[in-house]
Nanobody, 122 residues
Framework: VQLQASGGGLVQAGGSLRVSCAASGLTFRNYNMGWFRQAPGKEREFVAAIRRSGLGSYYADSVKGRFTISRDNAKKAVGLQMNSLKAEDTAVYYC????????????????WGQGTLVTVSS
């Protein structure tokens, strides 16, 4: 199984960025997908998740209204559109796949990508 994240980079506060994740080696449509992030010196935290059907998405309070998760089962891809970025959004962003219904819990995910760095300058 491979989850290849891409799209990270440097952006100014208030700007937008989209990160994407391409999946292979698994039956993508059978998995709920999530995005997590980890800032330096901090634990990995939940950002957003979307159900296998694409009907039902969930967000951390800190990103609600600014971030949007989406998926394309035909392309085996999941994306995270990030708007109104803040300095505190700076982190490595990871995509992950799970069969669990506990979508916000790091420990419930079966597969993880390598991460992509998002840096927001203030």
């Amino acid at each position: 199984v491979q989850l290849q994240a891409s799209g990270g980079g440097l952006v100014q506060a208030g700007g937008s960025l989209r990160v994407s994740c391409a999946a292979s080696g698994l039956t993508f449509r059978n998995y709920n997908m999530g995005w997590f992030r980890q800032a330096p010196g901090k634990e990995r935290e939940f950002v957003a998740a979307i159900r296998r059907s694409g009907l039902g998405s969930y967000y951390a309070d800190s990103v609600k209204g600014r971030f949007t998760i989406s998926r394309d089962n035909a392309k085996k891809a999941v994306g995270l559109q990030m708007n109104s970025l803040k300095a505190e959004d700076t982190a490595v962003y990871y995509c992950a796949a799970t069969n669990s219904i506990a979508l916000t819990m790091v420990g419930q995910y079966d597969y993880w990508g390598q991460g992509t760095l998002v840096t927001v300058s203030s």
